[in-house]
């Protein structure tokens, strides 16, 4: 057998070399490889199964032979429907045909707008803790992440005077993703105001990630970043089908903003991509159609949940800060003693449940677990279960 020093010729980049794997997919991959009596809170992915009204759109669209390219740009009817649903829904008009880009889910939407717009040693700001690529995506486009700790007695918001300080002649871009991964955290509309007058006075762009904006609790609020006063024109909005509507292996997502950086973006994107599958951008289409009552469902099963599990972690003596959006707690195990990487993996070992250790998103997840909630109610309560018995034999003072 041929080692791995031996396969070492030197044909890895050293970007790719330096480039951090994925800090949740670690315990998912060890989660998996325990067996059925594993519980997974590692993978932000609903347990739902697109439903079948949609996956019947795709299965219709290949029996009438609809198995090409698309437009670079992706369908056109499609970009029209989303065109249709940001204006019914927050009021924007966008151009489908020149502001719209359908993308391989979000995550290449959001890798195309750092090429797309970052020169090398450019800056981009964002919060700490954030989702693992938002740095990674910045560094594959010889950016340089730059994140701003936010804490949970701030409600984990990032604000305007936080920002403010971080700013340089470097400083490109700001990224936001809220409803936020992976704290559940939502910024309140006046404090994205201030931001936005910053970015207007500062001259920066504004990557507003909102995968998440219709998963919010009753009591809060989702604010577009784009609709704020002078923000249509600098703001980049990300977008996709797989967490609301239960559609993450169709990878399907989109981009909408300035027409000079969605045509940018779609350069890069056909010499990648060239287009999203077809039949995946039929189904999108059917789900942005006749999908709402299905959302509607999810949502509320989520906060069924939500509401289980802060309230199980905040008796066990874990606080939880309660998430106002997307399906993820981020409970404090500060008070066992235990780093979030320790805790962690004897959670792992000794109870066979995956979490992922805050660190995983920045600096400032350090004392945090993030859990997905977007699993099954018998497992949640299965690992509610062995996370007290974890915390009596580790931490039998709490």
């Known amino acids: 057998m041929t080692s791995q020093v031996e ?28 067996g059925s009596g594993a519980i997974s809170l590692g993978v932000g992915e609903p347990d739902f199964t697109t439903p079948w009204h949609i996956r019947e759109s795709a299965i219709y669209a290949l029996e009438k032979g609809y198995t090409m390219y698309t437009s670079n740009a992706g369908l056109l009817e499609l970009r029209q429907e989303i065109a249709k649903y940001l204006y019914q829904t927050y009021k924007l008009e966008y151009n489908p045909e020149t502001e719209i880009l359908i993308t391989v889910g979000s995550s290449e939407a959001l890798d195309l707008v750092m090429r797309a717009t970052l020169n090398p040693g450019d800056e981009v700001l964002m919060t700490d803790p954030a989702y693992v690529a938002y740095p990674s995506c910045v560094f594959m486009a010889y950016g340089n992440p730059v994140q701003i700790p936010t804490f949970e007695a701030n409600n984990f918001e990032i604000s305007a005077a936080d920002i403010a300080p971080r700013i340089t002649p470097k400083t490109r871009s700001i990224l936001l993703g809220y409803p936020s991964n992976p704290t559940g955290a939502v910024m309140p509309k006046a404090k994205l105001a201030e931001i936005a007058k910053l970015a207007c006075e500062k001259n920066l762009l504004v990557v507003s990630d909102e995968i998440y904006d219709k998963i919010i609790y009753s009591g809060f609020e989702h604010t577009c970043f784009a609709t704020l006063p002078g923000m249509r024109e600098r703001s980049v909005i990300i977008n996709g089908f797989s967490k609301t509507y239960a559609m993450t292996g169709w990878r399907i997502g989109y981009a909408a903003g300035p027409a000079d950086i969605i045509q940018a973006m779609t350069k890069i994107h056909q010499h990648t991509m060239l287009c999203a599958p077809i039949a995946a951008q039929k189904a999108a289409l059917e789900a942005l159609k006749n999908g709402h009552d299905d959302v509607r469902l999810m949502v509320e099963e989520y906060d069924r949940r939500r509401r289980f599990i802060v309230k199980s972690f905040n008796d066990m003596g874990l606080s939880c800060f309660e998430p106002k959006g997307a399906f993820y707690t981020f409970p404090s195990v500060k008070k066992t003693g235990l780093s979030s990487a320790e805790f962690a993996e004897k959670l792992l070992l000794e109870e066979t449940v995956a979490a992922v250790p805050g660190t995983a998103f920045g600096d400032s997840g350090e004392g945090y677990l993030r859990c997905c909630y977007a699993t099954s109610m018998k497992d949640l309560e299965e690992a509610m279960k062995r996370f007290r018995h974890f915390l009596k034999h580790n931490c039998p003072g709490m």
Do not use: C, N, V, Y
């Open 7 to 34: 396969t070492d010729k030197g044909f890895i980049s050293d970007r790719a070399k330096e480039l951090k794997p994925s800090g949740i997919r670690k315990f998912f991959d060890l989660a998996a490889k325990m």
